[in-house]
């Protein structure tokens, strides 16, 4: 699926199951709060953070998807071509960083 399906599957699916687009500021805090749960995974599974006893261990997969979601509903909403947008930021960060983290002696490849 490309991103541009993406945001086409996700627009039909809002206006039909969903009814319409939470506003922009719900989506905001509506993607903090996912973001949060992947937090709360990523430390628990690869961090030094212990699940408390009789807590689920989320799917991270599940996670990232939800983050996904709201994301591509707030593009949606605020009219954000991800297609384009992801390859105008490609473009920025390979011209920023083209020798960056080749001579980055903290990743070794120095």
């Known amino acids: 699926m490309t991103l541009k399906e993406a945001q086409q599957k996700v627009d039909e699916w809002i206006n039909t199951i969903g009814v319409r687009y939470f506003n922009e500021l719900t989506n905001m805090a509506i993607l903090t709060e996912e973001v949060g749960e ?37 593009a949606n909403q605020t009219g954000i071509d991800l297609t384009e947008s992801f390859n105008r930021n490609l473009a920025k960060k390979t011209s920023r960083d083209i020798n960056r983290h080749q001579v980055n002696k903290k990743l070794g490849n120095s």
């Not at 961090?47 to 807590?55: D, L, N, V, W």
Request: charged share 30%.
């Open 38 to 74: 992947v937090a709360r995974i990523m430390s628990r599974k690869y961090g030094e953070q212990s699940y408390k006893a009789g807590s689920d261990e989320n799917d991270l997969a599940d996670e990232l998807a939800d983050v996904f979601f709201v994301l591509v509903c707030i």
